[in-house]
């Protein structure tokens, strides 16, 4: 069974950076694509980035976030600059039991906890 264990969120001011973490751990972390979604009071759970065979990023944090994974500590990473307060919400990491990386929620097999990100103007 995969655990995900996230990390990193706060309180920022806009224009700030955050550095996003979710620890992957029961199976071979190099297998699997991983995703970072988010959700917003009163909305659906949506789409930021992926990082698979393929790296895909949603448009509204084109060229302010970043994501990364590093296989030795079994970690995936969202590195987010010049945040709105638009960013503000929850923030899940997802793991795909494939390196197909895909960017729709029914993608993913695991998810975890999720991560409060806040984002004051």
């Known amino acids: 069974q995969v655990t995900l264990v996230e990390s990193g969120g706060g309180l920022v001011q806009a224009g700030g950076s955050l550095r996003l973490s979710c620890v992957f751990s029961?199976?071979?972390?190099?297998?699997?694509?991983m995703g970072w979604f988010r959700q917003a009071p009163g909305k659906e759970r949506e789409f930021v980035a992926a990082?698979?065979?393929?790296?895909y990023y949603a448009d509204s944090i084109k060229g302010r976030f970043t994501i990364s994974r590093d296989n030795a500590k079994n970690t995936v990473y969202l590195h987010m600059n010049s945040l709105k307060p638009e960013d503000t919400a929850v923030y899940y990491c997802?793991?795909?039991?494939?390196?197909?990386?895909?960017?729709?929620?029914?993608?993913?097999?695991?998810w975890g906890q999720g991560t409060q990100v806040t984002v004051s103007s």
């Open positions: 029961g199976r071979t972390f190099s297998m699997y694509a």
């Open positions: 997802a793991a795909r039991r494939s390196y197909r990386s895909g960017a729709s929620t029914y993608d993913y097999d695991y």
């Open positions: 990082l698979g065979g393929s790296t």
